[in-house]
C-alpha cells in the first residue's frame, strides 16, 4: 500500500519561503508523476505543480510558476516543493499526489490514485 507523507508545512509572512517534503513508502519501482495540490478553505483542491517521472519534465499553475520549483531526490523517494516570495493567497492545506502507473502531468486529481494527508502552509500578510 502507498503511503505519502508531506511535511514542512508552517505560519509564515509574506515574502517568505518554505519547502514542502513529501516520503513516500510502500511504492514499487518507478517511474511515477507525482504532484502537488492544494485546498484553500471553502474551494476545490487545485493543481500547482507536477514532474513526469521518465522526462523529469515539470508543470506549474500561472498563480505560482516562477515563484514555486518542483524537485525530486530519487536516492530518498522524496517529492520536494520548494516556495518562494509566498503570498497570502497562497494559504492552503498542500497535499503530494502520485499518479502510480506513470503518464504525463495531469492538473486533475482524478488523475492521481495516491495522496498524502496534507500540511497547511500559512501566509500573514
Known amino acids: 500500500q502507498v503511503h505519502l507523507v508531506e511535511s514542512g508545512g508552517g505560519l509564515v509572512q509574506a515574502g517568505d519561503s518554505l519547502r514542502l517534503s513529501c516520503t513516500a513508502s510502500?511504492?514499487?519501482?518507478?517511474?511515477?508523476?507525482e504532484g502537488w495540490f492544494r485546498q484553500a478553505p471553502g474551494k476545490g483542491r487545485e493543481f500547482v505543480s507536477g514532474?513526469?517521472?521518465?522526462?523529469?519534465?515539470?508543470v506549474y499553475s500561472d498563480s505560482v510558476k516562477g515563484r514555486f520549483t518542483i524537485s525530486r531526490d530519487n536516492a530518498n523517494n522524496t517529492l520536494y516543493l520548494q516556495m518562494n516570495r509566498l503570498r497570502p493567497e497562497d494559504t492552503a492545506v498542500y497535499y503530494c499526489?502520485?499518479?502510480?502507473?506513470?503518464?504525463?502531468?495531469?492538473?486533475?486529481?482524478?488523475?492521481?490514485?495516491?495522496w498524502g494527508q496534507g500540511t497547511q502552509v500559512t501566509v500573514s500578510s
Open positions: 499526489a502520485v499518479r502510480t502507473y506513470g503518464g504525463y502531468v495531469s492538473a486533475s486529481t482524478s488523475d492521481y490514485n495516491a
Open positions: 514532474i513526469q517521472g521518465i522526462t523529469h519534465s515539470t
Open positions: 510502500g511504492l514499487a519501482s518507478g517511474p511515477y508523476t
